[in-house]
């Protein structure tokens, strides 16, 4: 009992750190850092009027993603957009302020952009 029990758990852990090492090695853990770019698109409160995949009071973000899909400045125009407040048209007719949100560097801000770019 013991040594099948002894090997089973050095074999799950050969597993974790194996897979570790995979995922620090794909492509994907070069793409935008979802936990953080979700995180500060709820302290910035996006998702009153945003949300993934449905329009409410705004485009989803899918929407986003997609009609910047093929332009080369996307990434530009969207922190540029995000760096600054602006009025913008509601989806129910009223004007509402675009505030940037609390990001704490450029890179940070960068990172939420490029993750709604990812989104479509
Ligand atoms: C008060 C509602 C509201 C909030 C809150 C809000 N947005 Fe928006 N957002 C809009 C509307 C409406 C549009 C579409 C109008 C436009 O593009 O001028 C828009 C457009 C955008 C676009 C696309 C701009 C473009 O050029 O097509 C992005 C990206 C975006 N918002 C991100 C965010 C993020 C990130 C947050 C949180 C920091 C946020 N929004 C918070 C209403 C909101």
């Known amino acids: 009992m013991m ?5 089973g758990d050095v074999m799950r852990k050969a597993l974790v750190a194996g897979a570790f090492v995979l995922a620090a090695h794909s492509p994907v853990a070069q793409a935008a850092n979802d936990d953080a770019a979700e995180a500060l698109a709820k302290a910035g409160g996006c ?16 929407r986003i993603a997609q009609k910047y899909k093929d332009k080369a400045d996307a990434e530009a125009t969207l922190i540029k957009h995000l760096s600054s407040s602006k009025s913008v048209k509601v989806e129910d007719g009223g004007d509402e302020q675009h ?5 704490k ?3 940070d801000l960068k990172n939420l952009v490029q993750w709604i770019l990812s989104r479509g």
């Open 3 to 7: 040594p099948s029990l002894t090997c």
């Open 47 to 62: 998702f009153k009027c945003h949300s993934v995949e449905k329009a409410k009071k705004a485009p989803s973000y899918k």
């Open 105 to 107: 560097d450029a890179a």
């Open 99 to 103: 505030e940037p949100p609390p990001a």
